[in-house]
């Protein structure tokens, strides 16, 4: 793809995604009011968590290597080989992602024992039956997984956005309509929305050629050669799914709602990230693979530049905003119903020490993404392992004294120093990696959004105390939103950031259109 159609694309996806998100803080804010931060919100989250790490043990790690495969055999042999692969592999994926259902299912309350080792009566009765429902999540969650990587490596990215926006919609609908059945009911309409996310991607795949056979060809080296490179990639998401276990057992221990209000920390933390980052990372993703496959490593070098500072030119100024305005936000979006400013300060503080990883999970990926590009899945491994080790001990002893900020500081941390640590060795796997030019665009975003963030904390300082209620906090949000993205753009343009010119040509020439 061409740094035109990379850019067409990322835009594209950072509309659908931003859709989506919007409508996911919607069900949110909806799920809040009729449950609030309790118990029984934690016990629902920790019902959807054990799928989501389970799947994560094996499910990322095939769908990570899947991708520079099918893009290979695409190039070398033509999308009918290549589906034959893909078959082959979502096969495997299912078979797998059933036997695990079906273990989850019988080992239940000893999984939740270990995920949320302190609760206890009600509270743990609840979470062990709420997760026997999600079990069934994992082979949703393996099928999706396994048909966006398809359609990505045929360039095809707008149905994966779209699998967002249709998850949420049976959830709204259900507590739209009463909400009859409580939580349990909120959790199943949960497991049919994951559902859905692989009934929507059908249309595209048909479109592409794509016809499903249930059959393995044990004999194909290309699945030698994902086993070969899956190992270090199992062990490394294996150590994201312990260190997210750690987390949410230390959280466990800490007051009612602690865990919802961390999970919906993570989430405001996310629509910047998967709205924004994400797309740029997986835009690039299949461009990597190919430039990582010919004679030397330029192309694949200012790939891994331009993704690094189009990741910044974005997630910055959005920390910085998250920072300033995390009180108003959360607020004007959660308070109400079942949930109370109790919810507010144990969100609020999630946040401040969450947010500032926002910059580091963009640059992790797009490094991460890169060794994968280039089949060397054992560094990311050896990387991560190292990140989560972190992050495990600095839990451990910041929770002590933090509560749930010192969780998702510890976060922030690990990330940090994941990505200092992928840098360096990506620098002596291919040499230069062009960091005084991210650096120095980083350096002049980072001014940017500095002068944009004293602007919007004077505005929200002085205008709080005249502006109260939800909608008082929402015209300040509004307000500090515009002037700062105006104040942002001109100091962009001011310091000569070059990204900002190749977005502002790209809606030029589709307005001419």
Known sequence: ?????????????????LISKVIGFFRDILISSAFGATGTTDAYTISLTI?????????????????PILTETYIENGKEKMFEFANSIMNILMIVSLVLCFLGWIFTPEVVKVAAA???????????????????NILFLSLNSGYTAILQALDDFIAPALVGIVANVPIIAYILMGNKYGIVGLTVVTIIGYGLQILIQMPWLKKNGYKYSFKINFKDERIKKMLFLIAPVIIGTGVNQINELIQKSLASGLPDGSIYALDLSNKLNQLIYFTFASAIVTVIYPSLTRAGKLTGYEDFKKHITNAVNNINLVTIPACVGLLVLRVPIISAMFMRGAFNERGVRMT??????????????????????AFYAIQDTKTPMINGAIGVIVSAIS?????????????TLATTIS?????ILLIIDLKKKIGSIN????????????????????????INHYLK???????????????CAVVGILIYIAMLLILRVKELMTIFNLLKSKIKR
């Not at 302190?118 to 069934?136: D, R, W």
């Not at 990883?357 to 490094?367: A, C, N, S």
């Not at 451990?396 to 933090?402: I, Y």
């Not at 990330?415 to 990505?419: E, M, P, Y």
Request: proline letters at 2%; aromatic letters at 10%.
């Open 435 to 458: 960091g005084m030019e991210m650096v120095v665009t980083s350096s002049k975003i980072f001014i940017a959004s500095g002068v944009m963030g004293i602007v919007i904390y004077i």
């Open 415 to 419: 990330a940090l120093v994941s990505c």
């Open 1 to 17: 793809m061409s740094k035109k159609t990379l850019a067409k694309a990322a835009v594209i996806i950072m509309v659908v995604s």
């Open 118 to 136: 302190n609760f206890t009566g009600p509270k743990h009765t609840l979470a062990v039956y709420l997760t026997k429902i999600s079990m069934i």
């Open 348 to 369: 609020s503080v999630a946040l401040l020490y969450l947010v500032s990883g926002l910059i580091f999970w963009g640059i992790r990926d797009v490094f991460n993404r």
């Open 395 to 407: 839990s451990v002893f910041l929770v002590k004294v933090m509560g749930i900020g010192g969780l």
């Open 51 to 67: 799928p989501n790490i389970l799947f994560g043990l094996f499910g990322l790690a095939i769908t990570t290597t899947f991708i």
């Open 465 to 479: 105390y005249s502006l109260t209620g939800t909608k008082g906090q929402l015209i300040i949000i509004i307000l």
